[in-house]
């Protein structure tokens, strides 16, 4: 009987290549290697040793052939890109909204100071934190060799190009690891009129950037490798192999900043004209694609459009239904620093919007998936530690809880008392449970407890409207948010 054991011969051959036989060419293939037995048999037999040697050549000749050019993409080009066959598992990390902050933009005991308190008041976030937050991610990612590496967007605290400059060098330990990283702006990061360094008391310009030097910044992280480029906007298509395409869509409006960064978003006609035109490529030739972009496609709670307006990109159902249409799946975003997934549904079939925290805000997320065929698997982790000293002794998870407790509190009972015309006595009263359902938002898998609902039932005495609001934001809309399956098919 022979024995054919094909697979040694394949992947000892091309270990880092990417394995794509048709049925054809895999029954052709274990034809010559059944051939190539019966010959080792034969060669005992003395007088068929020079046709052996002749039938040897020619059969290694074809083989190699056979193997190069219609099953193996060995270009110069795909070396450089992720290797990996339709069937194997490929690792993809993602962290959202890194707010990094270069440490030479604060000088003189400034996270102390007057003007970097004032930021912190209106925006509560760990940025003092974010460079040591982003070095234990980096430190994890390392260690762990994801295949890619997606940021959708606000990589910087307010698009100072120093930290863009530090941030993509960070990236580049990544890159060198065999990680391929992509990356898309979020509304904090290109022509910030907001883009500070912060001294003693006080806070002064510095430089951000524009989109072209984005593009130059980030080129080794989506623009100089992709594939196609959108005119329109700093959208593009990526492909990390033969089988996958990365779609990064940029929505956001920074060619309209003047006095402030505007938060909104929005897809421009030609963009969506473009990303339909490519996905039917994708569809044709039966390419998985994963998309990206800042803002969410969709409402994560009931009423987050008017509630919280900004957060979601304009005209969200228009553009949703655009998408689906066009066949796209998922889209990993950013932006509302929650970790929360919704999914919106047209025609029986049905968009996921994977919305990834911050790694500035509690509690600290970043998410992990493995793509397996059309099964793309999702978890979620978090930063437990930081290689930096604390008040207090404090772990980070307790000074984080800790920080956005005081923060928000503060924030929400400005809010309330500007906004909502609160008396002090109110608005002091029901600020903490406003940061108690901000805070299960942002973490995800929200659930109130019989406690907490009677004081939200105290709240909606007071204010119906505060009352349906807060309700919203404990509303939990399906799917899963922190560890979900999803069919890409």
Request: net charge negative; charged share 20%.
């Amino acid at each position: 009987m022979l024995k054919v054991n094909a697979t040694p011969f394949i992947f000892d051959h091309y270990p880092s290549a990417t394995i794509r036989l048709s049925t054809s060419a895999k029954l052709h293939l274990l034809t010559k290697l059944l051939i190539f037995e019966i010959i080792q048999i034969l060669s005992t037999m003395k007088f068929l040793k020079l046709l052996i040697m002749l039938a040897v050549v020619c059969l290694f000749n074809t083989c190699t052939d056979d193997l190069v050019t219609d099953d193996l993409n060995l270009s110069s080009e795909n070396n450089d890109n992720v290797l990996k066959s339709r069937f194997l598992p490929l690792k993809i990390a993602i962290v959202s909204d890194i707010h990094y902050l270069d440490p030479s933009l604060l000088k003189n005991n400034a996270v102390s100071g007057a003007a970097f308190q004032a930021y912190l008041a209106a925006d509560p976030k760990l940025i003092q934190f974010s460079v040591p937050i982003f070095e234990k991610v980096i430190s994890d990612l390392r260690a762990e060799k994801p295949d890619i590496l997606l940021i959708p967007g606000d990589l910087t605290k307010d698009g100072e190009k120093i930290s863009h400059e530090a941030l993509a060098k960070i990236l580049k330990n990544l890159s060198e690891k065999g990680i391929k990283v992509f990356v898309v702006p979020g509304n904090h990061d290109i022509n910030n009129p907001e883009s500070l360094a912060f001294d003693g008391d006080g806070a002064y310009p510095v430089s951000s950037v524009s989109s072209d030097e984005f593009a130059e910044i980030y080129s080794d992280y989506g623009y100089s490798n992709a594939l196609y480029r959108d005119p329109n906007s700093l959208s593009y298509i990526c492909q990390p192999n033969s089988n996958l395409w990365i779609l990064g869509i940029d929505d956001c409006k920074y060619e309209e900043n003047t006095t402030s960064a505007i938060v909104s978003g929005r897809i421009k006609t030609g963009t969506m004209e473009w990303v339909q035109a490519k996905m039917q490529e994708a569809t044709a030739n039966n390419i998985t694609v994963l998309a990206m972009m800042h803002h969410g496609i969709m409402e994560h709670y009931y009423g987050q459009n008017q509630l919280d307006p900004g957060y979601v990109t304009d005209d969200w159902e228009t553009s949703t239904n655009a998408l689906i249409g066009a066949g796209v799946k998922v889209i990993f975003t950013g932006h509302y620093h929650a970790n929360d997934v919704s999914m919106y549904s047209s025609n029986q079939h049905a968009l996921f919007d994977v919305e990834t925290g911050s790694l500035v805000t509690a509690p600290s997320p970043f998410r992990r998936a493995v793509l397996t065929g059309n099964n793309l698997n999702i978890k979620t982790d978090y930063v437990k530690s930081i290689s930096y000293p604390l008040p207090n002794h404090l772990s980070f998870r307790a000074f984080s809880n800790l920080f956005f407790d005081n923060h928000l509190d503060a924030y929400f009972t400005y809010v309330l008392m500007n906004v909502y015309g609160l008396d002090a006595t109110s608005a002091t009263y029901v600020a903490p449970r406003f940061r108690n359902a901000i805070l299960a938002h942002y973490a995800g898998n929200e659930r109130i407890s019989p406690k907490e609902q009677v004081l939200d039932n105290e709240v909606t005495a007071i204010s119906p409207l505060l009352g349906g609001a807060l309700q919203s934001l404990w509303t939990d809309l399906p799917p899963q948010d922190n560890e979900i399956h999803i069919n890409l098919k």
